[in-house]
């Protein structure tokens, strides 16, 4: 209930009842110097009273409707404000406030609006990094695959090298050593052909 009476609204009307308070006092003082000093007919204390009460009644309604009226387009107005601020913190930086009067108000929502457009700006730009760098990183991949690929071919093709060299020279012992050592020579070439 005090959060509410704190209002943009509240406060008005309140600022308004202030005001009728000083009046109802000045008022008072005026009639009542009048009342002591001139001591006219029509001026007693009963019409005094009256008149301030009526005048108070009167004033309080119309404090409370000045109030209210007054401030209804200042509260809608920081309403939309609020609205766009919410749609900002959400991510929402497209969204925009325009007011066709030329206050603070107006002002508070020009800058709004150029925030929520960098911000735009900055988010498309993070954006566009985070694409290049899933690019960049997907070709990293790629190189450093193909590059393994090569590496282990060229080990594959040093192995298998190693191997033929290896076989040719056991195979040219053998036949070396078939005339001399038959049976040695057969071992040989069974082990070159396991």
């Not at 298998?160 to 195979?171: D, G, I, R």
């Amino acid at each position: 209930m005090l959060k509410r009476l704190s209002s943009i609204r509240y406060t008005f009307i309140r600022s308004h009842l202030f005001g009728l308070i000083l009046n109802t006092f000045v008022l008072l003082a005026v009639l009542l110097s009048v009342h002591v000093w001139f001591t006219p007919q029509w001026l007693s204390a009963g019409a005094i009273l009256l008149f301030m009460g009526i005048y108070f009644l009167l004033g309080l309604f119309m404090a409370f409707y000045a109030g209210f009226r007054s401030s209804g387009d200042l509260k809608d107005r920081i309403d939309s404000l609020s609205t766009v601020i919410t749609h900002l913190a959400r991510g929402n930086f497209k969204t925009k406030v325009l007011f066709s009067e030329e206050d603070e108000i107006a002002r508070i929502a020009s800058e709004l609006n150029e925030l929520g457009g960098k911000l735009q700006e900055q988010k498309d730009a993070l954006v566009r990094l985070a694409d290049e760098k899933a690019e960049l990183a997907k070709k990293a991949h790629s190189a450093a695959t193909r590059e393994e690929r090569q590496r282990l071919a060229r080990d594959v093709h040093d192995a298998v090298s190693q191997q033929l060299f290896a076989l040719t020279m056991m195979s040219q012992a053998a036949v070396r050593m078939f005339d001399k050592k038959p049976d040695q020579a057969k071992r040989q070439l069974e082990e070159i052909s396991a």
